[in-house]
């Protein structure tokens, strides 16, 4: 197919891609082979579809396809194609989306020049090296030892640090080690959805935060609206519940009755229902001897005083 029949398709694909999906994961793609990415790809089919291509050839494409859907979102999209940098077109959950990417991640050796995404730490034990390669572990100032006819470190060493450069000592150390201290995969940068862009931490927030900033929020707005006397949908339902509670005092106080305060009339007038409400149906008839029994404790202290045969001092007879 010739290269300019081969741009059409792509044109066409990348605009059906815009017409038919609201969201968009931006992608980085840095150290991600071929194989890899078609793992990725099997395991998204039916749910999203990754769209890779030459920055120059997308920008044309988003340029032609606003010039033809004036106001279009999509717009949002072009300050972002910059880099290594691929689509990733879905209309399902972007959360679910954004694991499958997270998940599909491969080890790989440190290579020379890499700039380290995490910190490398190799852990004490054999190496395997003969002793002849002693000089080699101190010029990376690795403390070593001979055991048993091989170089055995003594501590944990940081070879690498999160941000710095590989060089050939420490590329050449962990290969010979046989460790694999990075892992690559499609490195979510931010997410579009439906004319908005914004970090990829928004998708952590869970439906149930939400909920709750926005009823704490709600309980706020009401709360202000009832002290300073401004009316709100917040506060109605509240200005009215109070309401209704003066006009039930007004009922039970006085002979205005109406439909609404005749079940809390109901409930004040039957004795029982405070019975039941106190916790125990024994507890009332239990509790009027428990009161008289300090009465009677009492009154036989003041016979004591007044019959006792003394006066102040017990001798009234002498004055």
């Not at 009401?222 to 109605?236: D, F, M, N, R, W």
């Not at 003066?246 to 409930?267: G, M, T």
Request: proline share 6%; glycine share 10%; hydrophobic share 40%.
């Amino acid at each position: 197919m010739p290269v300019s029949d081969k741009k059409r398709v792509y044109a066409a694909k990348l605009r059906t891609l815009l017409q038919e999906n609201r969201s968009v994961l931006i992608v980085e793609c840095d150290n991600v082979g071929s194989k890899q990415m078609q793992s990725v790809r099997l395991t998204l089919r039916g749910t999203a579809t990754i769209l890779m291509g030459k920055n120059t050839t997308i920008r044309k494409v988003l340029k032609d396809f606003l010039r033809d859907n004036p106001g279009h979102p999509t717009a949002a999209l072009m300050p972002y194609v910059v880099g290594n940098t691929g689509f990733v077109f879905t209309n399902a959950d972007l959360s679910s989306v954004r694991d499958v990417l997270a998940a599909n991640k491969v080890p790989a050796p440190a290579r020379v020049g890499s700039v380290a995404p995490v910190d490398v730490f190799v852990e004490p034990g054999p190496t395997g090296c003969d002793p002849g390669q002693t000089a080699w572990f101190q010029a990376l100032n690795i403390p070593t030892k001979i055991n048993k006819g091989q170089i055995e470190m003594i501590s944990r060493v940081h070879l690498v640090k999160l941000g710095d450069r590989v060089g050939n000592s420490e590329a050449a150390l962990l290969q010979k080690l046989n460790i694999k201290p990075f892992s690559y995969g499609l490195k979510l940068q931010y997410v579009y959805d439906n004319g908005d862009v914004f970090e990829p931490a928004v998708l952590d927030i869970a439906p149930e935060d939400i909920f709750k900033k926005l009823g704490s929020a709600v309980s706020t707005l009401a709360a202000v609206c009832l002290e300073i006397g401004y009316p709100t949908k917040a506060s109605v339902p509240h200005t009215i519940n109070n309401a209704f509670k003066s006009l039930v005092a007004i009922a039970l106080q006085s002979d205005y009755k109406f439909p609404r305060a005749q079940a809390f009339e109901d409930f004040l007038a039957n004795p029982a229902n405070f019975v039941v409400a106190s916790g125990g149906g024994g507890g009332g008839a239990a509790a009027a001897p428990a009161a008289a029994a300090p009465a009677k404790k009492e009154e036989s202290s003041e016979e004591s005083v007044a019959g006792g045969g003394g006066g102040l001092f017990g001798e009234d007879e002498d004055w």
